[in-house]
């Protein structure tokens, strides 16, 4: 039988690359997309030693190069099944110091991209005959605000305000679309926010860290290994009956 076909963003580092090592794990084939090629080529060159890989280079705020990548992926590896729209920025944004600039930069990488890799997916989808699964990367921080990531928390609410309309749209067409919230997963995005955070204060990354990390019911940050487990059952069979939710995967940070 052929092999199923994920389309992972971000996928060079952190969480993205911990989703494509586990879909590979899976039995997916994977396209490892990113803005860092290089990254994206590592990570493939490292899943093809035990599965089936390619590197796609895109800007995920860019709807055409969207496009094209996800042609690329079906072009190439002869199918498309699952879209983990993971890719996003995280600046640590005090309230009053956010700019026009900043704005259109994080809404157009966070939220557009959940729109462009929406949308690619859905005429990648009907093209092949068949439905599949959309998985977009909210946060914790999507589901109460964060200190200073006024920016970025407004987006992560918004994906999963998305993910709700979408999978209403498009599960007549046997689509469905969910979302993962992580909390405090240990990658370059959370070391660069705990590294400002503590610089703010006069203190080092460490504490940094521990101001989102203190109330974890499970005592330890997450690993990008953790989301992926949680991802993976969100790309298989087992989460058919499942669309417009938002999966919290924080070690018990916030209880809704
Ligand atoms: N690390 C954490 O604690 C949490 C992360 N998340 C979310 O999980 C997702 C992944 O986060 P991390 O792995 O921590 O981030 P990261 O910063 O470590 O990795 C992000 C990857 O996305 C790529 N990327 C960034 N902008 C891009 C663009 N315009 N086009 C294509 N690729 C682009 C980067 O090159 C990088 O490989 C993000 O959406 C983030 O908001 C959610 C909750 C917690
Ligand atoms: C980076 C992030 O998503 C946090 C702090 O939840």
């Not at 974890?216 to 790309?235: Q, T």
Request: proline share 3%; charged share 20%; aromatic share 6%.
């Amino acid at each position: 039988m052929a092999k199923k076909v994920a389309f992972i963003t971000g996928a060079a580092q952190g969480i993205g690359k911990a989703i494509a090592e586990r879909l590979t794990k899976d039995g997916f084939a994977i396209a490892v997309a990113d803005f860092n090629i290089e990254g994206a080529q590592k990570t493939a060159d490292e899943l093809n030693k035990t599965g089936q890989a390619i590197a796609v280079q895109l800007d995920v705020s860019k709807r055409d190069e969207v496009f094209a990548a996800v042609e690329k992926t079906v072009a190439e590896l002869g199918d498309l099944n699952v879209v983990v729209n993971n890719a996003g920025l995280g600046p640590t944004t005090p309230i009053e110091t956010i700019t026009e600039e900043q704005f259109e930069k994080v809404y157009a990488v966070n939220v557009g991209s959940i729109y462009w890799g929406i949308q690619a997916a859905i005429k990648a989808f009907r093209d092949k005959g068949h439905g599949g699964k959309i998985i977009n990367a909210s946060s914790q921080a999507g589901q109460v605000g964060n200190p200073n990531l006024a920016l970025y928390s407004g987006t992560k609410f918004a994906i999963r305000g998305i993910t709700q309309t979408a999978a209403r749209d498009l599960a007549k067409d046997g689509i469905t679309v969910n979302a993962y919230c992580p909390g405090i997963v240990k990658t370059p995005m959370m070391m660069d926010i705990a590294h400002q955070v503590g610089q703010e204060n006069g203190k080092d990354d460490e504490w940094g860290m521990k101001q989102f990390s203190k109330d974890i019911a499970l005592g330890r940050l997450s690993e990008p290994s953790d989301v992926a487990a949680c991802v993976s059952y969100l790309a298989g069979p087992d989460s058919d009956y499942m669309t417009g939710q938002a999966l919290l995967i924080d070690g018990g940070m916030v209880f809704n």
